[in-house]
C-alpha cells in the first residue's frame, strides 16, 4: 500500500484531496504532516511515495513556498492535480444560533472570506485565530461555551460538529489546485494532459517572448504562468507554466527541445492528467 | 510641505527608503503607518500625498499585497522606486557577548535569513518572534537581560542599540524595492525611466505571447513580470510588468497602443526614474 503524505490535521482541504485521490486510485494510506516542507522532504527521502500540497488558489494565488521547495530545493516530479471548491460553514458542537456565539475561531484568510456575513450576524463575536480551518473546528469541538469555528465540511464530519449556516463567504470561484508530487510522473498519455516546465530567463529585451514564442506558434496553450525570483538579482526570474499535453507528444517535445537552447535552467517538473472535475 | 507614509514602527527598511526619498526631493514629512493597506488607503482619501511600500524583495519575491491592491481596489500611481539592501545585524542594549544571549527576538523572515550564524553561534538561545525587525529592536530597547534582536541599521540608531555582530545574514544580494505611490506618476522624462502596466490575458493559446510581442519587437527590456490571478477563475490572469522607458517615450507609447487592443483589461500604473543607487 503506498504511503500519501497530505497537510494536517483531520480536516482540512488537503484532506479532501486526500480522499478525491485515494477514491479514484484506491490503494493509498494516509500520512498527515504539519508543514508543506515536510511533505515535499517525506517524498524525497522515501518516507512517503506520494505527498498532496497546494500550489495555487484562485484567489490568493500561487502558493509561493510550495513553488520554490520544488524549483530550488528537490528534484521532485508532478503526477496529478486535484482542484478543491473552496467552501465555508459556521459550525458549532451541537447546534447553536449563530447570533449567540461570542467567539468565532479560523484561520484569517478564511474568516476574511466571510467578513461581510461575520459583520451583518455576528458583529459582537471576538475572533479567535488558528492555524488552519480545521485546527479551528478541532478547538470548537473540545470546548464548551458560545464559541463557532469556520472550516470547510470535512472538518465537521471529522469533527463531529453541526453545520449551522452554509457557504458564508463572499468571494466566489473559490479554488484551491494541490498537486501530487512523487519520485515519477504520469508517464501514460491519458488524452488530456498537463505539462509543468520551469525555466530561467535572462534580462535581457524579448527573452521571455522568444521562450514563449515556441508554444505560441504550436498553439500550445498556457495555463498557468508564474515569475519567481532567480534569487540572484533584483529583476531576474525563474517561470513556471503549465501547458496543455503530455511531454510524450510531439509538439510538446518539439517545445521543450527548442526552449532548451534559450534558457540557462530547464526542469520538466512532469505531465499528469487533468482534473476534468473542474469546469 | 507634503505628507509620505511609510511602514512603521520606526527603525523599518520601509523608514530607510523614507529618508532616501526626503534626502533626494527635501521636503517630505513622514507620516507612520501600520500596515501596507492603511498606506495605500491614505494616499488615495488624500490623508498623504504620497506612500512608500514594498513591492518585491530579490529572495521572496512580489509582494502580493501591494499588486493586488493597486491592480483590483485603488486606482493610484508609481512616481519613484527606491531600493534598499536588506543586511541583518545582532544589536543589544549596551554592548554584550553574542553567546551570553538568551532569546533572540525578530521577524521569522529575518531570523530564517540568518539562521546559519544563530546556529552556529547561539544554539541555546530561544526564538520569539516579532511583527517586524524594527519592532524586535524596540521591543529589545525597553528591556533588560540577555536578549538581542535581530534588525537593520536604521533600528539600532533609532533605538539606541548596539551592534554587537554585522551582517550576520547567509543569504547575499537581498534587495528589497519599494515603490512610491501617489495620485499622479512621474510625467517628466528623465531619459532613464520605467514604466509599470497592468493587463489581463484570456485563457486562450498565444494570448500573452502576443501582448509580449509588442514588446519584444520595439526591443523593449522587461525587468519584472508578475501573474496575479484575475480572482474569476483558476487559470486566468493579470499580468504586472515593468518595461524600460517612459510612457511618453514613442516606443512605449505605441506598445501600449497596441496592447490596448488585445487586452481587456489595461493599466498603465506610471512611469519614473530607474533608481540607479541599485548596481
Chains 1, 2 share one sequence.
Not at 15 to 42: D, F, M, S
Request: aromatic content about 8%; some cysteine.
Amino acid at each position: 500500500m503506498r504511503k500519501i503524505g497530505y497537510l494536517g490535521p483531520e480536516g482540512t482541504f488537503c484532506q479532501e484531496a486526500y480522499y478525491r485521490l485515494n477514491e479514484e486510485t484506491l490503494w493509498g494510506k494516509g500520512v498527515i504532516y504539519p508543514t508543506i516542507h515536510n511533505i515535499i522532504k517525506g517524498v524525497a527521502v522515501g518516507e512517503i511515495e506520494e505527498g498532496i500540497v497546494p500550489i495555487e488558489n484562485s484567489i490568493e494565488g500561487s502558493v509561493n513556498l510550495t513553488i520554490d521547495l520544488l524549483i530550488h530545493q528537490y528534484d521532485l516530479k508532478i503526477k496529478r492535480e486535484i482542484i478543491i471548491p473552496i467552501r465555508h460553514h459556521l459550525m458549532t458542537k451541537g447546534k447553536k444560533q449563530p447570533e449567540s456565539l461570542k467567539i468565532i475561531i479560523s484561520h484569517p484568510q478564511a474568516a476574511f472570506q466571510c467578513r461581510r456575513y461575520l459583520e451583518e450576524k455576528i458583529p459582537h463575536a471576538r475572533f479567535r485565530e488558528a492555524s488552519s480551518t480545521a485546527q479551528a473546528a478541532f478547538i470548537v469541538a473540545n470546548r464548551q461555551g458560545p464559541i463557532g469555528a469556520i472550516a470547510g465540511e470535512r472538518a465537521a464530519i471529522v469533527y463531529n460538529l453541526e453545520i449551522i449556516e452554509k457557504d458564508i463567504q463572499m468571494v466566489e470561484n473559490n479554488y484551491t489546485r494541490f498537486i501530487v508530487v512523487a519520485k515519477e510522473d504520469n508517464g501514460i498519455i491519458t488524452g488530456n494532459d498537463k505539462t509543468s516546465i520551469v525555466f530561467s530567463v535572462d534580462n535581457k529585451p524579448g527573452c521571455l517572448y522568444r521562450v514563449l514564442q515556441e508554444f505560441a506558434e504550436r498553439g500550445l496553450n498556457l495555463t498557468k504562468i508564474e515569475s519567481r525570483p532567480s534569487r540572484r538579482t533584483l529583476g531576474e526570474y525563474i517561470f513556471w507554466v503549465d501547458v496543455d499535453g503530455h511531454r510524450e507528444e510531439r509538439k510538446i517535445k518539439d517545445a521543450i527541445e527548442s526552449i532548451k537552447g534559450k534558457s540557462q535552467i530547464l526542469k520538466v517538473m512532469g505531465s499528469y492528467p487533468v482534473d476534468l472535475s473542474f469546469k
